[in-house]
């Protein structure tokens, strides 16, 4: 069973970055898409942002698009999630997913419901 862990979470100010970072226990970045999804407490979980390995197609929410840049690096086995001008509704328990293949979306944004291997999160809390 491929685990994922990530890490890089923390607390920053508004306007701040961090760096999440995903390490899966077998390297399958390269087969594998990669994504993020985030949740707040009593709210559904939400996808941010998803990699294809077949072809490096990003995908972004649009309340992160343009300030939120996800990619891998294989040779490190490592997926990021680079987040930049950090709001204070940026501030949820980030999890990275992956599926083989291609990303799955549902309205641009990836779907929960098919990515069947999940990390335990890492809490982002935005300060104003």
């Known amino acids: 069973q491929v685990q994922l862990v990530e890490s890089g979470g923390g607390v920053v100010h508004s306007g701040g970055s961090l760096r999440l970072a995903c390490v899966p226990s077998?390297?399958?970045?390269?087969?594998?898409?990669v994504a993020w999804f985030r949740q707040v407490p009593g709210k559904e979980r939400e996808g941010v942002s998803c990699l294809s390995s077949t072809d490096g197609s990003t995908y972004y929410s649009y309340s992160v698009k343009g300030r939120f840049t996800i990619s891998r690096d294989i040779a490190k086995n490592t997926a990021y999630l680079e987040m930049n001008s950090l709001k204070p509704d940026d501030t949820a328990t980030y999890y990275c997913a992956a599926r083989l293949g291609r990303c799955a979306n549902v309205g641009g944004v990836p779907f929960s419901g098919a990515y069947d291997i999940w990390g335990q999160g890492t809490q982002v809390t935005v300060s104003s």
């Open positions: 077998e390297n399958i970045l390269s087969d594998h898409a």
